[in-house]
């Protein structure tokens, strides 16, 4: 299972950090994404993290997020600077493992 949290209300400008936490024993091995769906539009990929900690990232992002992991706590997180109202989803984890697993969702939204 996974968890994610940190999400809430912030102005344009400001910074979010969301952790995503999962249970079991393979995180180490998985890799990490992070998706998001705004109103009315698809979910696209915003940060990649693979088991050897390469990371890619959604042109819209790059530069304003970062994406690490913690193995030892089986968590991802999600360092968000610079934040715009086009940033404002629902934010998901996910772990390519298997068939794969998803995060309930953390909504992010900034406005002022």
């Known amino acids: 299972q996974l968890q994610a949290s940190g999400g809430g209300l912030v102005q344009p400008g400001e910074s979010l950090k969301l952790s995503c936490a999962a249970s079991?024993?393979?995180?180490?091995?998985?890799?990490m994404t992070w998706y998001r769906q705004a109103p009315g539009k698809q979910r696209e990929l915003v940060a990649t993290i693979t088991s050897l900690n390469r990371t890619r990232y959604a042109d819209s992002v790059k530069g304003r997020f970062t994406i690490s992991r913690e193995n030892a706590k089986n968590s991802v997180y999600l360092q968000m600077n610079s934040l715009k109202p086009e940033d404002t989803a629902v934010y998901y984890c996910?772990?390519?493992?298997?068939?794969?697993?998803w995060g309930q969702g953390t909504l992010v939204t900034v406005s002022s």
């Open positions: 996910y772990m390519a493992y298997m068939a794969g697993y």
């Open positions: 079991g024993g393979i995180f180490s091995i998985a890799s």
